[in-house]
């Protein structure tokens, strides 16, 4: 019984730091950059499009532990899997529109990735709670 | 014992997966800092699939993961 209680908050504990360190690192590089990380601050819309990818791939990364552990079911990792495929492509309209110039497009379409990802890191978040 | 044993269990699984997310920002930035460093605020094509690797590999491993999962109990 202990055992099981214990297993369970350690996830939770775990889960919630990585998530909540992915977060603040995106929103630190995003605002001002990271000297510790050894990252640079992006400059202009194209770089910040960049760490857009690294932070799809830890939600990815995520999901896939919590399906392996069992934690979520099948259709749930699938649902995630569409949201990130979804925010994949936007991440790529954004920068085609930036490529093409047009700066006001590339950062609407940036803002609403941005949404659909902390959509995702909601529902793991949600997930690592249980 | 056991909580010690468990609370470096613990630390160790954390390492690992900020690892995992610090690795990825990382090679984002390395492509970036070597833009910044050439005077360009623009990526080359292959820099950007660089970039796109860091997305692109963990989702298929995610989708790989889905399909050998076993189907959802009803």
């Not at chain 2, 050439?38 to 990526?43: A, L, N, Y």
């Not at chain 2, 796109?52 to 995610?62: E, F, H, N, R, S």
Request: charge should be positive; charged fraction near 20%.
């Amino acid at each position: 019984m202990y055992k099981v209680v214990y297993s369970k908050s350690r996830k939770q504990v775990v889960g919630a730091y990585v998530v909540i360190l992915a977060v603040i690192a995106f929103a630190a590089i995003q605002l001002q950059g990271c000297a510790q990380l050894g990252t640079p601050v992006p400059q202009g819309t194209e770089q910040s499009i960049a760490y857009l990818y690294p932070a799809i791939g830890s939600v990815a990364d995520e999901t896939t532990s919590l399906l392996q552990a069992g934690k979520i079911k099948k259709s749930e990792a699938q649902n995630v899997l569409t949201i990130l495929e979804q925010l994949r492509g936007l991440t790529n309209v954004a920068k085609d529109y930036v490529k093409a110039g047009d700066e006001g497009k590339a950062t609407a379409t940036l803002d609403l990735a941005k949404g659909l990802l902390k959509q995702a890191q909601n529902f793991i978040t949600t997930k690592k709670g249980n | 014992m056991v909580p010690i044993i468990a609370g470096a269990t613990m630390v160790l699984e954390g390492i690992d997966l900020v690892t995992s997310i610090l690795t990825k920002l990382q090679a984002a930035g390395s492509i970036i800092q070597k833009a910044q460093s050439e005077g360009r605020t623009h990526f080359t094509d292959e820099e950007w699939i660089e970039v796109q690797k860091t997305a692109d590999v963990p989702m298929d491993k995610l989708r790989a993961a889905i399909a050998a999962a076993p189907a959802d109990k009803v």
